[in-house]
């Protein structure tokens, strides 16, 4: 571990190889932008209103341009980008998004969009003195001292900034920095406490056996009846979440001529699963609710063996009718 007094100082070491992309303000609202000077960076501000997924998924993208029977790639060149200031719940989305876009093993996905911007990306986090109300990290096995994921993980002290090198991208990245070797980080550890006890903690059980076991034993609850009726459909919570990826794909030609794109869609739209014949598996809100729950809590452990819900709070904050999603599964905990 190093200690640093100043930030800047990692700030411009980093800047001279990598574009600084961190939260700037826009509006009244806090996004991922690529920042130009340390000074318009919001280092008081926890979290962005959308998460850092753009940087490696964009909102709407270009997948090709097509010209009678040829295809042909975009030309936007990735740059290298350090991704600044990032929270450890946005970087376990960041670790999830890997995971479905980049699978293991030869038959399994990788999107090459998605892989030549994560490639290309230096992720430096940083450990969340203040959680917000919001926050439900620790009751999804996250905490808001947990640097794995990141690249460089930067912890505030009382005087200064201990840094951490989780990976050898980052201890490369640093290679060169003005640093003070650090023995005793017991300090830490009591930080790490005082934090997480700022925390509400939800009682989903243990990943496996907990809140997943549930959900399997409700697919024909009554429950999916009863929390659905104040959402309108409006999809803000999966724009705004870490680790949502569903996206539709959709054609744009004049003649022989055109482009396919593609954009972030929601399972909580109506026409989300609706069928070219008119039928639609999934017409009602409590279907699609238990599809959302159960993807976050069930269906993704089953796969992936970790929630799919980082308990950042975003879509609680974003829903314009106040629908919490830690509450939703905490009630399903309990439900008889
Ligand atoms: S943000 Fe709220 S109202 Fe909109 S789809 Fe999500 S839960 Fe429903
Ligand atoms: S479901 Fe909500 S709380 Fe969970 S990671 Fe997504 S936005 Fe954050």
Same mark, same amino acid.
């Given at each position: ?30 996004? /991922?932008?690529?920042?130009?000077? /340390? =000074? ?21 993208? @270009? ?31 960041? %670790?999830?998004? !890997?995971?479905?876009?980049? +699978? ?8 090459? /969009?998605?892989? +030549? ?7 430096? $986090?940083?450990?969340?003195? !203040? ?10 096995? $996250? ?15 009382? =005087?200064?900034?201990?840094?951490? #090198? ?9 290679? *060169?920095?003005?640093? !003070? ?5 017991? +300090? ?10 700022? &925390?509400?903690?939800? !009682?989903?059980?243990?990943? #496996?056996? %907990?809140?997943? =076991? ?18 309108? *459909? ?5 724009? @705004? ?6 996206? =539709? ?5 004049? *003649? ?12 909580? /739209?109506? $026409? ?12 009602? *809100?409590?279907?699609?609710?238990? +599809? ?12 992936? $063996? ?21 509450? &939703? ?8």
């Amino acid at each position: 571990m190093i200690k640093i007094n100043d930030l800047r100082t990692l700030f411009e070491h980093l800047k001279r190889e990598s574009q600084i992309v961190g939260l700037k303000k826009d509006g009244s609202r806090y996004f /991922y932008q690529v920042i130009d000077l /340390y =000074d318009d960076w919001e280092s008081s501000v926890l979290l962005g209103n959308f998460s850092p997924k753009e940087v490696f998924f964009p909102q709407d993208e @270009v997948l090709f341009y097509f010209k009678a029977q040829k295809t042909i790639l975009p030309k936007d060149e990735v740059k290298p980008n350090v991704l600044w200031g990032v929270r450890p719940c946005d970087i376990a989305g960041i %670790g999830e998004l !890997e995971r479905m876009f980049n +699978q293991e093993g030869e038959e399994g996905y990788k999107d090459p /969009y998605f892989i +030549q911007r994560f490639d290309k990306t230096l992720i430096v $986090g940083l450990a969340c003195t !203040e959680p917000w109300p919001s926050c439900f990290c620790t009751s999804v096995e $996250g905490s808001p001292y947990k640097s794995e994921g990141a690249d460089i993980f930067i912890y505030p002290t009382e =005087d200064g900034y201990l840094i951490e #090198t989780p990976s050898k991208k980052g201890e490369a990245a640093i290679e *060169g920095l003005d640093v !003070e070797e650090v023995g005793d980080v017991s +300090q830490l550890e009591v930080d790490r406490r005082r934090a997480e006890s700022k &925390i509400k903690k939800y !009682e989903f059980g243990s990943v #496996t056996g %907990g809140i997943a =076991d549930k959900l399997k034993q409700m697919i024909d609850s009554s429950f999916w009846d009863s929390i659905h009726s104040a959402c309108i *459909g409006c999809g803000t919570c999966a724009f @705004v979440c870490p680790s949502c990826h569903c996206f =539709d794909v959709s054609d744009a030609s004049r *003649g022989a001529r055109g482009l396919r794109s593609r954009q972030w869609d929601s399972c909580l /739209y109506e $026409g989300y699963t609706l069928e070219t014949s008119g039928h639609n598996p999934r017409p009602s *809100g409590s279907q699609r609710w238990r +599809q959302r729950l159960n993807h976050k809590f069930n269906y993704f452990v089953e796969v992936f $063996g970790m929630y799919q819900c980082l308990g950042c709070g975003r879509c609680g904050r974003a829903c314009p009718v106040n629908i919490n999603i830690a509450e &939703i599964a905490a009630k399903a905990i309990s439900w008889e």
